[in-house]
């Protein structure tokens, strides 16, 4: 599994992703969005980046992005619907956090979870994140209003990269 940076000419596979309730699964809102809302958002990112998570043999199968939320760095992923459930994401994670421990002066990354989304949670839980709590109503979903578990990792607590470097 390879992560790629998203360029600009990768949108389209984006958009058809984006606006698939069954790509972007139970646990997030119902959303459409253009073509032109998507390019402008790409155009604006600040402080923000999205790569696809690839198998080897180059097909994307999702994809994982770091932004800032509140100050704080967080993480945000998809994976295609017949590919959940295989290890990718838990992967991919791990990427990230070397990633981001590697190249930025931050202590902290943090993710949120639905609490029904059980396998979202463990893919933390697997990459070292520590749930810290729970946001209580905290986004609106398929007409109500849900719960998100708060999920981080401390940069004592990754200690080493567990992939991107490997000691030989």
Not at 21 to 31: A, H, N, R, S
Not at 38 to 45: G, M
Not at 53 to 78: M, P, R
């Amino acid at each position: 599994m390879n992560l790629r940076i998203i360029e600009r000419e990768d949108l389209a596979t984006l958009y058809e992703w984006n606006n698939n309730p069954e790509f972007m699964g139970e646990y997030w809102e119902l959303k459409q969005e253009s073509k032109a809302e998507l390019e402008k958002t790409y155009d604006n990112l600040k402080d923000e980046q999205w790569f696809f998570v690839q198998k080897k043999n180059g097909i994307k199968i999702g994809y994982i992005s770091h932004f800032l939320a509140d100050g704080q760095t967080e993480l945000g992923y998809f994976i295609v619907p017949k590919e959940r459930k295989k290890g990718y994401i838990s992967e991919a994670i791990q990427i990230m956090i070397d990633y981001l421990f590697l190249s930025r002066e931050i202590v902290r990354i943090q993710a949120q979870a639905d609490p029904e989304n059980v396998a979202s949670w463990k893919a933390l839980e697997r990459a070292g994140f520590q749930k810290e709590g729970i946001l209580r109503k905290a986004f609106y979903c398929r007409g109500e209003w849900r719960d998100d578990l708060i999920y981080s990792i401390l940069r004592e607590e990754w200690k080493e990269p567990k992939i991107l470097i490997k000691k030989v």
